[in-house]
């Protein structure tokens, strides 16, 4: 039984003795680390995220939406319609109906004009029979620059600007050939397209190999300390230009090669991930110009996103794949 003590004053403040006060406090942190690391591969929901706003050249403005997948392994796929739609307007404002695992910034953009002023434009998402919204607008602290998406995405550490992260402009991507392709199941589709950066950020580098390193070995021994994961604080994501190629409309059923960067946050271990723990950029082509092959498995019309990245800022292109049956 919880002994009990009550003040000489008569307050009728209580005591809980110091062994069921550390008992508490052990079981409350044990639920919350319980919690903190519940995670699920499948049958979770996923949740639109409104990112912000961009004001356009022109004095219009962007919408930037994302999402929150909260499975680690299952890709969801909503059709355009009463479970995926935006309005005001056509259901079909350019909005993913593959979803990729977990945590997707920056994902696509929804062009409204100068004269939006306070109105509000709303995602709507049912997966797993649970529907969520994300409601967007031109408050002024939701809007966005190049720092903000840098900082959101990883790239910078909590706080931080230096004079080469604002110096920093976005790649450009461009596919080389017709954007509307059509092939046959099984059928190899090479797919090129060309990137051009001005090389900010700096890449995170490979560690040399060092003197003591055995000339019969090929692989570099690392220090101790690049074994060590990072410790953040924020989410953290490597810097270096890459290009990674994925599924952006249609059920899953392509095969790339090679293996491409995963554009969501696999923060795992090994995971070929800018997010993971001691993940490299991959060797730019001379040319500057990105192959890719992909296969289909089953019939459909696809839409895949290439999308070029930095570490801090991105730039698509999307290509579409019509499937025809094998004749």
Do not use: C
């Amino acid at each position: 039984m919880t002994q009990m003590s009550v003040t000489a004053a008569g307050r009728g403040w209580s005591a809980i003795t110091t062994t069921t006060l550390a008992l508490a406090l052990a079981l409350g942190l044990t639920s919350a680390r319980a919690e903190a690391q519940e995670s699920y591969s499948s049958g979770q929901n996923v949740s639109p995220a409104f990112e912000g706003w961009v004001e356009n050249e022109d004095g219009s403005f962007s919408f930037m939406f994302g999402y929150m997948n909260r499975n680690w392994l299952e890709e969801i796929d909503v059709p355009i319609g009463p479970d995926n739609s935006i309005s005001p307007g056509p259901a079909d404002q350019g909005q993913p109906t593959h979803l990729l695992p977990r945590r997707n910034r920056f994902v696509f953009e929804v062009p409204v004009p100068a004269d939006w002023g306070d109105k509000e434009m709303i995602w709507t998402l049912t997966t797993q029979g649970k529907t969520e919204y994300a409601y967007a607008s031109l408050r002024t602290d939701y809007k966005v620059d190049n720092m903000v998406i840098a900082s959101e995405t990883g790239s910078l550490g909590a706080g931080n600007s230096t004079p080469e992260s604002r110096a920093n402009m976005p790649p450009v991507v461009r596919l080389i050939g017709e954007s509307v392709r059509r092939i046959a199941v099984g059928q190899p589709l090479t797919l090129v397209a060309e990137v051009t950066d001005d090389g900010l950020p700096r890449p995170r580098r490979r560690p040399r190999r060092r003197n003591s390193d055995s000339v019969d070995d090929p692989t570099p021994k690392l220090p101790a300390a690049a074994l060590r994961p990072p410790t953040r604080i924020t989410v953290g994501k490597a810097n270096g230009l890459n290009l990674a190629w994925f599924v952006y409309r249609g059920e899953v059923s392509a095969m790339f090669q090679p293996l491409q960067v995963k554009v969501w946050e696999d923060t795992r271990a090994a995971a070929n991930s800018p997010w993971a723990p001691l993940w490299y950029p991959p060797e730019l082509p001379e040319d500057g110009l990105w192959e890719v092959e992909v296969t289909f498995d089953r019939p459909g019309t696809y839409v895949l996103r290439a999308r070029a990245d930095d570490g801090g800022l991105y730039h698509d292109v999307d290509v579409t794949v019509i499937v025809a049956p094998i004749s």
